[in-house]
């Protein structure tokens, strides 16, 4: 495990004493350190190589006998480089139009519904919203008693029909029910499906196009691994989402499926999510997220 | 493939195919330094033989479990009722892994009893009552937020009353790193053994098989406070590998008996390393 980046860093540096420029040969060790660190992470094994080998670039020539310390020099190098990738966008949630319409999209048991309270609820007490939850997951064991729970806990209305099993016009109506009942921000949960289910993947993209969402979350669980592109890849291809919400945080996954997704994608992570309650949900903050990926 | 001597290239791809498919840095370096032992580098090797010699040091990596009747869905005849405690972290799959193990054991000739003791998730109990009727097997189940132990022993007790075979108690799903919540598992395992002192007789840890590295840590928490004695790896369907199982199993000595693979209830395969270890070196796409 790499419990400290900074101190082994630190301690490759060492050989540089005397050296006045990091160069290709003095930094090898080095690079294939941060590398290891970035996998250990789950960073998809191609980014992390790709990425270091930027960061590489980035440091040879650079003047270490000037730095009061070399390793730090080096990950600050890393972070920078890692903040800026996935903090470059700026991250707008947009919840204009009448109603705005979110579509929440992802794979199985990532968080979407539990997201879908929480945006509900955040849109509600933080922004005066009015919003209408709609339960289109018509697969799932008791997946509309579950968002019903959750609709009630939070004070917000629910749109569901027990016995239409098409995801679509479900969705359709309850633009209409939102529009009936004035509320402005209509946000649909989904069913849980993976990548490579033709017709699943085929009915999210007939939601996207029956609605025309302002904003169509992806939500992944921050523990996921290499997978992480593979899925982003799929599900972007079909929704090109707006944003991405990583759930989960709570735990203590260095959550490198993060940057795996926005060096793929280069989609802004829009929220996080660290909990079970309605209440942790967060906005997302780049740093942070860098320095848990390198576990610092 | 196509490469006659297993050399530095060869040696370069294992490692890409190793890592992609979530084995980890640390077992893969292992694995490869195993490879190398057998084969000194630059000395003709078949891709063939590669792949044999590949094969073999993974599979030697899967612990097998003591005891083998679970293949068949039968239970020790000294064990009555044989207790399941299912546990994990959140959304991996606990609660639909359970609707399908019970199919299989109701199909194999046993009299199945479930334990509704999620009572935290937003209808959890909902949930595993539509699986019971799915399957045809009772429930016993409390009013949510009621205590987990609670139903737990209510559980057991009226396993005992009827005779049940097999008992299979859900866990609201817990991250490993939250004390409170693993308590809470260790107390629920005291509640069982009030009623069979030897039960649980396996506690499953169940594992998304799109996790990474993070799995290895949730073996070892979940371990520490119920000595988990199987793994279950689900949505093994998709594009994920599950390959930190491997360091699971190397650090641990944990057998994987079951794999998830759909949401339907015929979608549970016995564990074959043969072809999971196969499976780990096809590439997406
Ligand atoms: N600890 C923690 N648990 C979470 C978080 N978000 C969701 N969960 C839990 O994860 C599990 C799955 O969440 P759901 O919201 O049901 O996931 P989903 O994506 O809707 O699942 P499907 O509809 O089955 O695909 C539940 O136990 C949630 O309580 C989080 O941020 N932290
Ligand atoms: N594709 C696929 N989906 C699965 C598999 N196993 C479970 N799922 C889905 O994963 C989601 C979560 O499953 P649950 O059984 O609710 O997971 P859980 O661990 O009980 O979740 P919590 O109780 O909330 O912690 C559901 O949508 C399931 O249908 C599998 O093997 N393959
Ligand atoms: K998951
Ligand atoms: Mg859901
Ligand atoms: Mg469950």
Redesign the interface.
Known sequence: MFQNLSERLESAFKNLKGEARISELNIANTVKDIR?AL????V???IAKEFTDKVKDKALGEKVLNAISPGQLMVKIVQDELAELMGGKEAEFSITGNPAVILIAG?????K?TFTGKLANYLKTKKGKSPLVVAADI?????I??????AE?IGVDIYAERDNNDAVAIAQNAIKEAKAKNKNVVIIDTAGR???DEVMMTEVANIKAAVGPTEILFVV?S??????V??AKAFNERLDFSGVVLT?L?????G??ALSIQYTVNKPIKFVSSG?KMETLDVFYPERMAQRILGM | AGKSTVDEEVLDNLEEALVSADVGIETTIEIIKRIEARVSKDKYVGSGELNKLLQEEIEAVLVDAPEQSYRNFDTPPDKKPYVILVVGVNGVGKTTTIGKLAHNYKKAGKQVILGAADTFRAAAVDQLTIWSERVGVPIVKQAMGSDPGAVAFDTMQSAMARGSEVVIIDTAGRLHNKAHLMDELGKIKRVIQKVVPDAPHEVLLVLDGSTGQNALVQAKQFTATTDVSALAITKLDGTAKGGVVLAIASQLQIPVKYIGVGEKIDDLLIFDKHEFVDSLFKIAE
């Open positions: 290891r996998i250990d992470a789950d998809n094994y191609k794979l199985q048991g990532s968080g519904t697969y799932r064991p008791a997946a008693d579950q968002l019903t729970v959750l806990q993976l990548a490579v669980d523990m996921t691994g290499q997978d992480a593979n899925t989960k709570d735990g203590d996954t260095r490198g499926a079970e």
